[in-house]
């Protein structure tokens, strides 16, 4: 993960019509974590998208080295498996990392169907599958939605040993995300 680096390049980015954002740019070297903040409907998961490669910037571009890993309100879990055919399905893709279900409070659950896991275990198992898939840089939008607090501490501590690993995390989030020494981007800044 040592050789990891995220770029954005003077980004601009529109959906229909409206402009969300322009002008956007930053590095994250190794190591470095970074808060991206604003209101409703600035294109903060729009951001995530195009650090992705999901999504084209309307200008500019971004540089990546390492593999992405994005957590979002898709977990990509098929919801008619239990949790663990879920999982065992990304791991044949990934490769054999391990996914840390015991720590994620999940080891009880393999057998449980996707669909009626609680919104909170749903992200702890999409967090299960980021962990296995051994990514370098990880975007993460609105990662602490539906967590109860041991949860969000957990989440937090998961995030902050991936960047002092060497890896790279990116935080679209309405809520406080504690880590140290993260940097923050105001997206309103970069609004026309």
Not at 71 to 96: K, S, T, Y
Not at 127 to 152: H, T
Request: charged residues 20%; contains cysteine; hydrophobic residues 45%.
């Amino acid at each position: 993960m040592q050789d990891c680096r995220l770029a954005a390049i003077d980004l601009a980015c529109r959906r229909g019509e409206r402009l969300l954002f322009r002008g956007l740019s930053f590095e994250l070297p190794p190591g470095s974590a970074l808060h991206v903040a604003g209101p409703n409907g600035l294109g903060k998961s729009s951001l995530l998208r195009i650090l992705a490669g999901l999504l084209r910037p309307l200008a500019g571009d971004v540089r990546r080295d390492g593999e992405i890993g994005l957590v979002d309100e898709r977990h990509a879990l098929d919801p008619m498996l239990p949790l663990g055919d879920a999982l065992a399905f990304w791991q044949r893709i990934d490769g054999p990392e391990d996914n840390e279900l015991a720590r994620l409070g999940l080891a009880e659950l393999t057998d449980v169907p996707v669909r009626y896991l609680s919104t909170g275990q749903k992200k702890r198992a999409a967090f299960a599958r980021l962990i296995g898939q051994g990514a370098a840089i990880w975007l993460l939008d609105e990662p602490l939605n539906g967590l109860d607090s041991k949860a969000v501490e957990l989440v937090q501590g998961i995030a902050g040993a991936h960047c002092a690993a060497g890896g790279i995390c990116v935080i679209a989030s309405h809520q406080p995300f504690a880590l140290p020494g993260m940097a923050r981007l105001e997206l309103a800044e970069f609004a026309p």
